[in-house]
């Protein structure tokens, strides 16, 4: 059964910065790209960023690009996802997830706000 359980989120101030983790199990893990996403309230789904198995390719949405990195511990099954100046914008549930055969996995999300 694949899992995943993500964690790290809450408050942070603009400005601020933040490190999502995500723990997996019930799959390879590495033979696998990771990947995070975000809802804020009232929109799609969007994603964030990407890790490829090894961790020697990553890719980010043109809205993160050069704030948040993307890093990931294969012997621990965990993806990280490190939110550096953090604006208002990036409020959102974060969702990790892996697709495995054409099927999407998600976690339950962890609640970033990012408010004064």
């Known amino acids: 059964q694949v899992q995943l359980v993500e964690s790290g989120g809450g408050l942070v101030q603009p400005g601020g910065a933040r490190r999502l983790s995500c723990v997996s199990s019930?799959?390879?893990?590495?033979?696998?790209?990771l990947s995070w996403y975000r809802q804020a309230p009232g929109k799609e789904r969007e994603f964030v960023a990407v890790?490829?198995?090894?961790?020697?390719?990553?890719n980010y949405a043109t809205s993160v690009r050069g704030r948040f990195t993307i890093s990931r511990d294969n012997a621990q099954k965990a993806v990280y996802l490190q939110m550096n100046s953090l604006t208002p914008e990036d409020t959102a549930v974060y969702y990790c997830?892996?697709?495995?055969?054409?099927?999407?996995?998600w976690g339950q999300g962890t609640q970033v706000t990012v408010s004064s």
């Open positions: 997830n892996v697709n495995l055969d054409r099927t999407d996995y």
């Open positions: 019930g799959f390879a893990f590495d033979r696998n790209s």
């Open positions: 890790v490829s198995s090894t961790a020697y390719t990553t």
